[in-house]
Nanobody
Framework: QVELVESGGGLVQPGGSLRLSCEAS????????MGWYRQDPGKERELVAG???????NYADSVKGRFTISRDDAKNTMYLEMNSLKAEDTAVYLC????????WGQGTQVTVSS
C-alpha cells in the first residue's frame, strides 16, 4: 500500500518562506506525476504545482516565481519550496502521486499571517 506523508507546514509571516516535504512509502520514480494541491475552506481545491517522472514542472499562475517543486527519487521525497509567502497562500497543502490511481497525503496546514 502506497502512503504519502507531508511535513513542513506551519505559521509564517508574510514575505517568509517554508519548505514542504512529501515522503512516499515507495520509490517515487514509479509515479507518472507528483504534485501539490491546496484547499482553503470555502474555496475550490487548487493545483499548485506538478512534476513529472521526467522532471517537467508546471505551476499555478498565482505561485509562479515564488514556489519551486522538486523531487529526490533517491530519498523517495518530493518538495515544495515556498518563498515570498502571502496571506492568500494560507491553506491545507496536500501532496499526490499518480500511477494507475491517485494517492493522497493527509495534508499539512500552512498559515501566513502577521
Amino acid at each position: 500500500q502506497v502512503e504519502l506523508v507531508e511535513s513542513g507546514g506551519g505559521l509564517v509571516q508574510p514575505g517568509g518562506s517554508l519548505r514542504l516535504s512529501c515522503e512516499a512509502s515507495t520509490n517515487t520514480s514509479i509515479f507518472n506525476t507528483m504534485g501539490w494541491y491546496r484547499q482553503d475552506p470555502g474555496k475550490e481545491r487548487e493545483l499548485v504545482a506538478g512534476i513529472t517522472r521526467t522532471y517537467r514542472t508546471n505551476y499555478a499562475d498565482s505561485v509562479k516565481g515564488r514556489f519551486t517543486i522538486s523531487r529526490d527519487d533517491a530519498k523517495n521525497t518530493m518538495y515544495l519550496e515556498m518563498n515570498s509567502l502571502k496571506a492568500e497562500d494560507t491553506a491545507v497543502y496536500l501532496c499526490f502521486g499518480s500511477l494507475y490511481r491517485v494517492y493522497w497525503g493527509q495534508g499539512t496546514q500552512v498559515t501566513v499571517s502577521s
